[in-house]
């Protein structure tokens, strides 16, 4: 009797069980994502207006259409490279609005409003990626702009190519996206980088100004410092395998460490060596080291990659001890790297009471160059649509941009270049960049604050290299000549 | 009678063995603590269907953060060795598939239980030391080891062929990682292991696939780990926290257990890391170990503690409340004036207080405490006086963690005078 109901409870229990199983199960199945309704807009609300140089009525294929582009950077609200990135978007963006693709005319792409969209990536690849999809998929953006850090741009290549999505990189120096569009092509042609050049190149480019300036500027004995973090590492690399083949003396060769706060034994070790360069790579330790060389009065120059002197509020923020730091750059408020230059800068500071970081004008370009490889596209093949985003690709691929204001011309790499999609970069001489940035007292320029002046190389260079007062130079110095 | 006194004793016939465990089993019978756990369970299932795939990214993180707490739990929650540097596990079990995939065209589906076995491994490597090691000596050396790690990353950053054995012949790819692994799940013709549709209906299965693969996952460990914690090992685990000497006197090798504790949860992490690289995260020491190299492991920490340690469950619990906190802070448009900064940008700040409070105020974590006033508020219900339930004593596995730290201390601290 106990055995017959145990067994008939047995099979109620496994019937309630498997009851309440199969509903899971069910719930499991008609469990499913929501679907978005793609977001469209109806372009601009009054009819287009204003014309070209010729005076012809430019062409508006795409009115009534609204693009959406997004921007991914890092705290836009605080942080000064992701602000002057979403800074340099909504510049581009109400420029191509208002006066229409440079060289075109009209407004927007063709008549085509653009919409700008901000994402923060909080320099955090998950971040980066869950703003991608929102940007791409929620807010339905046809293209993005930026990502600071090279995890973050690797991060969304997925989400890339699933959506189909062109990116185009304005921050990040890493090779390895390019790298990869290299290989898996087909998977990833959408990834492409309006700059800064890949840190590879920007690597040469440092040994090319050694080899240009150090005997210009007096620079015989060169101490070597650069800060351990990986980003630096193609730096050191290069350095160690030809510094000492361009100076005649590298007294220090040293990894310094990126939590450095004292660097008096170091400096000491510099400066008892006899160096009269110490030539740094700092990102995270380079504020203090520059307080340190200046209070102390140290007996050499100092300057390389010297991250934090990029930014134009570090003069206030070291109260001046920056003078005369010098650092690679991608332009400055003074350069004039192209015609447009200076006229985007005094605009930039206008409206914003500040100058930009080099992640700004390069994503103000990317924006810009992106906008004019659709108008071409659409133009040259008698669309009345907006291209697709495959037709995207091979829009970027095949024009030339020249309104930049970093590059005097932009092009991208092609399939077949080791580093794909990258923006073509010879060398320093023949393009002009990177620059080299020194801190400097202008009173023409600013009564009261520093100036970004670029002292290589030849075509924009904006002033002279200039030397610490407190150092005694010998009478045949280029310091005294 | 006789047969319910019998399968108490264990000497019960298969079939009463088997209502027995049916019963357990049964929804409606089960105690009110399981069945809320259960409907937890059935809206991690249906949450999908209140998001688009556009947002699938935060929830699935949340349950692989879920797993990695767990993870931590079987071996610092139960046995009290704490470790602050759990992501290695993580690390290497993606690391090792993304390499597998990347540089010898090994399928993920074969990386993954390699990826899965190196960490066990790597948890041999790291529980021996903790035989010999006590308290902060073993946490010490728990928190540098993914620092190494991170560090072997940028140094065979171009390869890694020692003794020309080609491990990594193309090399760990240093800050920014070894590419891209093939993923799980991915829109048709993207070349992932199991394509699925095309277009956003392939988005939205993408989506759907990692989320419900990482939720399976979740289960399966959760289950594992209760069986083996709930089991004599499990309370095993509990003693090593609570007195080893007392487990050695009772003549058990303590030392095995240790060991097998940090093997389990190494193999548990290094699945989980496998998984993630395949599906939603690509492998670089950011993404996996965090910012300076710890983040994650901190992460992981805090979840298990606000969950409740030596719970299994409460990393779950604490992994909700982590996201949800992180949302709420984050949909916070306030700026706070005097020092002039967003509420929004305070992130991490906020969560860290929340697990400081839980830390002073319910060292048990969020899960005991919840247990506990759902009792009172039952007993109370019924007219009755609530006079604490079964389990309860174990409120204070994080005070006996904590103990047993202090203790070891001393002990260090009184063989150096």
Redo the contacts between chains.
Sequence with gaps: MAEESGDAGGNSGRRSFLKYAGAGGAAALAAGCKTRDRQSGSGFENTADGGNESGTEPPQPLSGNTIRIGSLAPQPDSFPIGQSMWNSTLMAVEEINQNGVPGIGGRGILGAKLEPVSGNTEASPGTALEEFDRLVQKEGCKTTFGTFLTQCTLQIFNSMKATETVHITTAAAGPKPARIVHERYDEFKWHFRAGPINSYDLARAELEFLDIYADQLGWDSVAVLTENIAPLDPFAELLDESVRDIVSEVPVFKRSSSGTTNWTPLFDEVESSGADLNLVAQALTGTAAVKQWSNQNRQFEMGGIHVPSQVYEFWEEVSGACEHIFTMNAVTPQTTNTPRTQDFMKRYQKRFDTFPVYSGPIQYDAVRAYAQAMAQWVLDNDLEEIPSNEDMVKALEKYKFTEGIVLPEVKFTPPEADYAHDPQWTSMKETGVPVWQQWQIDREVAEDYGVMHSFAPEQNKTSDYTYPDWIDYPSDHPANQ | MS?ESESLVGGASQ??R??AV??K????TMPLRYQIGLLGL?LF??????????????PT?LVFLAIFGMSWDVVSGYTGQLSFGHAFFFAVGGYTSAILDLQHGITPLVGIPIGMLLAGIGGLLIGLPALRLRGPYLSLVTLIVPIILSKLF?LF?NGLTPLGIPIAPQGL?????P??PT?LF??DG??AVFELASG?E???Q???ANY?TALGLMVLVLIVLLAVTRSSAGSVFTAIREDEDAVAAAGLDGAKFKLFAFVLSAVVGGLAGAMWVHT???P?P??ILG?DDIQTSIDVIIISILGGTGTIVGPIIGAVLFAVTGLVIGAIDFTIPVVNV?VA?LRPLPLLAAAMAVLVFAPGGVLRVGIRTGRRVLASARGEEYEGGPGEDEDSALGQIIEKYRTELREIINERR
């Design positions: 047969t079939t009463e088997r209502q049916l019963r089993l049964n929804p409606i059935l299932v249906l949450l999908p269907t209140q998001l688009f795939p556009d947002q699938m990214g935060g993180t940028t950053n790819g240093g800050r920014n990682g590419g891209l993923q991915g829109i993207s070349g956003y392939g988005i939205q993408t989506a759907l419900y939603i995260k690509s670089s950011l993404g910012q967003a940008d």
